[in-house]
């Protein structure tokens, strides 16, 4: 790997409005070779129960992500001072079969992974990140989790198919890819069917935190008993973008008033700062429900502060 570290490009070298179109307009490569992290685009929609759209978060992420700039001024975080990332692009799913586009999204993670590469994801509906974690298990063992959504996706079926968006984590727990005790989920709220959509995980050992509780407070303390709660051992971030409330994220596909602030959204991020994290994603953004991009650009920060909490990022004092 080279010396030099890829850097974003900066605004004074070239207007945010132009240059190219990936993520933070990084340096873009074909593979994960030689990179510590790469933001990797999934543009799947084909488990969507309700309004379709995800498909196209990936591309307007990016675009969106010209605004970002290099350094975490709140938290000093200097990712491209030690890390060497780039964009890698899309995975290239069967826009037609959704069994099939799961055996391609493992098949790609398997070979990030194969480079020692960290994958942050920018989604695509919630049902890739079963895939994923089948990948990041096989290259680290059952991981913990943090998962932020307004829904547990724990469904057994939906409409008698065992995989879609409101199904994987009920699959990961049956294959055995979480550790149910290192698992919180974060922001559930809404109607449902029964209780058993929030008592189920509960059962597996998952720590649930309603939304309800997360009313008009900092979660700061909340993370930091995560933390405790986590421990040593390899973590996945997995971020719903639903987990927050639709007045500031309105660009996704199954809404649910009552939920988390932009705030709380990346206090849980960068609580997670000292957590091995070996990968995250950021799932649902569904641009056509908000024209003016605003719940794109908040996707694209959510994703650039998981960059800033990965092993190995330095801090400038």
Known sequence: ???DLNQPLGGNKMPRFGGPATMMRLPSQPTAEGLDVCFVGVPLD???SNRSGARFGPRQIRAESCLLRPYNMATRAAPFDSLQ???IGDVA?????LQKSIGLIEAAYDEILSHNCIPL???GDHTIVLPILRAIARKHGPVGLVHVDAHADVNDTMFGEKIAHGTPFRRAVEEGLLNGKRVVQIGLRGTGYEAEDFDWPRAQGFRVVQAEECWYKSLAPLMAEVREQLGKGPVYISFDIDGLDPSSAPGTGTPEFGGLTTIQGME???GCRGLDIV???LVEVAPPYDPQ???SLLGANLLYEMLCVLPGVQYRA
């Open 1 to 3: 790997m080279s010396k």
């Open 46 to 48: 084909t488990g969507t």
């Open 268 to 270: 849980i991020i960068r």
């Open 85 to 87: 990332v780039a964009d």
């Open 93 to 97: 799913i069967n826009t037609f079969n």
């Open 293 to 295: 991009g605003n719940t």
């Open 279 to 281: 990968g995250g994603d």
């Open 121 to 123: 994801t920018m989604g």
